[in-house]
Every structure is written in C-alpha cells, then in structure tokens.
T-cell receptor
Framework: KAGVTQTPRYLIKTRGQQVTLSCSPI?????VSWYQQTPGQGLQFLFE???????NKGNFPGRFSGRQFSNSRSEMNVSTLELGDSALYLC????????????FGDGTRLSIL | GNSVTQMEGPVTLSEEAFLTINCTYT??????LFWYVQYPGEGLQLLLK?????DKGSNKGFEATYRKETTSFHLEKGSVQVSDSAVYFC????????????FGEGTQLTVNP
C-alpha cells in the first residue's frame, strides 16, 4: 500500500512569489492535515481537510491556503512568499477526522531566497 | 491552551544504554498522547500512542504510560541501538480538535556504538 506522497520534494523560490504544494493521501484516507516544520518554531499545524471541507485551521496568515479535491488529494498554496516561510511542509492523512492514526509524508522542503 | 513540553536535547547515549525522554502536557479534557519519530530526510512515523489515563503504549521496545495525575507521557527504552538515532516528538490530540496534533519541541537522540 503506497504511503502519503508529497510533491515536489524540494522547491526553491524567491520572495514575493507564490507556491503550490501537493499531497496524495493513502488510498481510502479522507482526512488530510498540513504542518510546517522549522528549527525555530518546531512543528505547527496549518489546516485540516476532510471531504473537501476545511475542518480546522492553525494560526497562520491568510497567505497560507489549502484545498482538498474529491479524490482526497490536497494542495496548499502560499502567496507572497517571505524568507520566514522557508520550512519543511509535512502532510498527514488518516481514514477520518478525529481518533485515527495519522500517516505522514516525507515533506516538501521549501527554500526562499 | 494546549501545549507539550519535552526534555531538552540533544541526548547522546552508548548502545544498550537505558533511554528516558520526558514529556509533559497541558490540555483540558482527556487528550490522546503520541510519540512520533523522525529519521533524517524523512517525515514523522508514529511510534506509539495512548488514548486514556494509565494506558501504556509500546512498540519496537519503546514504552510510554499516560499519567493523568502528573500530566506526563515519558518515553522509555531499556536498551537503545544505533538505529534508534533520530528526533523524537511527543504530541497530543484533543478530543474536540479533529486530527490536529500539538507537538513538543522534539528531542534529538544520538546512539554511539
């Protein structure tokens, strides 16, 4: 069974640009969550989607947005990139929202120049 | 609010030594508690979990007991191996927060042969 797949693995952008990251959950999983990992702030929750609806949102500015498609694949978008957005972005999927184990992808490493 | 505090790292041990990584939490209600492990260049893997007080999670020789009275979930292993070298994260999930995880800062463990 394939795991959570995140693409691309690495990305380099410059300030002011925008970026879209993709996450394909494990087959049959309907909940997708996104996290940002940085050395200074650690792992911080961005948002959670279930059945194409945003169920939960962390404390990030509106430049960070996401969506989920009918096949449960999810994308997150960051507009007007800032140097501080450099991070590892992790996606996690689970069968349903709530009390289900979450499976993480290997992340997308975003570097802002 | 919810928070998780882990012992500061890095932790360096010799092979076959005893491991303890302390984790305490602050949360209302009865959160579920988790330990995740992250190997270099990879995402997070669920190591073990406990969903109610006095539950003991265990996997691959690692154990942690959910202690409601001390709000703790310390990770232990009787004999570490070089292959256990990784970053370990303690996390909680509240009943009312869907799949959202709140993570501790992470503890880097290095095991020397």
């Amino acid at each position: 069974k394939a795991g959570v797949t995140q693409t691309p693995r690495y990305l380099i952008k410059t300030r002011g640009q925008q970026v879209t990251l993709s996450c394909s959950p494990i087959s049959g999983h309907r909940s997708v969550s996104w996290y940002q990992q940085t050395p200074g702030q650690g792992l911080q929750f961005l948002f959670e989607y279930f059945s194409e609806t945003q169920r939960n949102k962390g404390n990030f500015p509106g430049r960070f947005s996401g969506r989920q498609f009918s096949n449960s694949r999810s994308e997150m978008n960051v507009s007007t990139l800032e140097l501080g957005d450099s991070a590892l972005y992790l996606c996690a999927s689970s069968l349903a929202a709530g009390n289900q184990p979450q499976h993480f992808g290997d992340g997308t490493r975003l570097s802002i120049l | 609010g919810n928070s998780v505090t882990q012992m500061e790292g890095p932790v360096t041990l010799s092979e076959e030594a005893f491991l303890t990584i302390n984790c305490t939490y602050t949360a209302t209600g009865y959160p579920s508690l988790f330990w995740y492990v992250q190997y270099p260049g990879e995402g997070l893997q669920l190591l073990l979990k406990a969903t109610k007080a006095d539950d003991k999670g265990s996997n691959k020789g690692f154990e942690a007991t959910y202690r409601k009275e001390t709000t703790s979930f310390h990770l232990e292993k009787g004999s570490v191996q070089v292959s256990d070298s990784a970053v370990y994260f303690c996390a909680l999930r509240r009943e009312t927060s869907g799949s959202r995880l709140t993570f501790g800062e992470g503890t880097q463990l290095t095991v020397n042969p």
